[in-house]
Nanobody, 124 residues
Framework: QVQLVESGGGLVQVGGSLRVSCAVS?????????MGWFRQAPGKEREFVAAISWNGGTSDYADSVKGRFTISRDNAKNCVYLQMNSLKLEDTAVYYC????????????????WGQGTQVTVSS
């Protein structure tokens, strides 16, 4: 059973920065997964934020975070990261990492594994 565990969420002011991390329990599995970050705000659908290919060569971002967020991965540590800068109130959500054997990064249904989520709250 592959487990994904997010960490690093918290409370930050508008304009601040935060990095969330996701550790995957199996290195062999992690190295073959495309990884994504999604988020879900209260009363809203879970939405795509960013994704990165299994070898780190390709990444994709939602328009709402492009230029502010950066996704990266460290295959030696079985970890994927989301660096969030210039945070806005509307970035407040539970952030989930997910792993996919598929190639369509933005499709939530393509993801095989999900973490439990970490809360990010942006305050004024």
């Amino acid at each position: 059973q592959v487990q994904l565990v997010e960490s690093g969420g918290g409370l930050v002011q508008v304009g601040g920065s935060l990095r969330v991390s996701c550790a995957v329990s199996s290195r062999r599995t992690f190295n073959s997964l495309n990884m994504g970050w999604f988020r879900q705000a209260p009363g809203k659908e879970r939405e795509f934020v960013a994704a990165i290919s299994w070898n780190g060569g390709t990444s994709d971002y939602a328009d709402s975070v492009k230029g502010r967020f950066t996704i990266s991965r460290d295959n030696a540590k079985n970890c994927v990261y989301l660096q969030m800068n210039s945070l806005k109130l509307e970035d407040t959500a539970v952030y989930y990492c997910a792993g996919s054997y598929g190639s369509w990064f933005r499709d939530r249904s393509a993801y095989n594994y999900w973490g439990q989520g970490t809360q990010v709250t942006v305050s004024s």
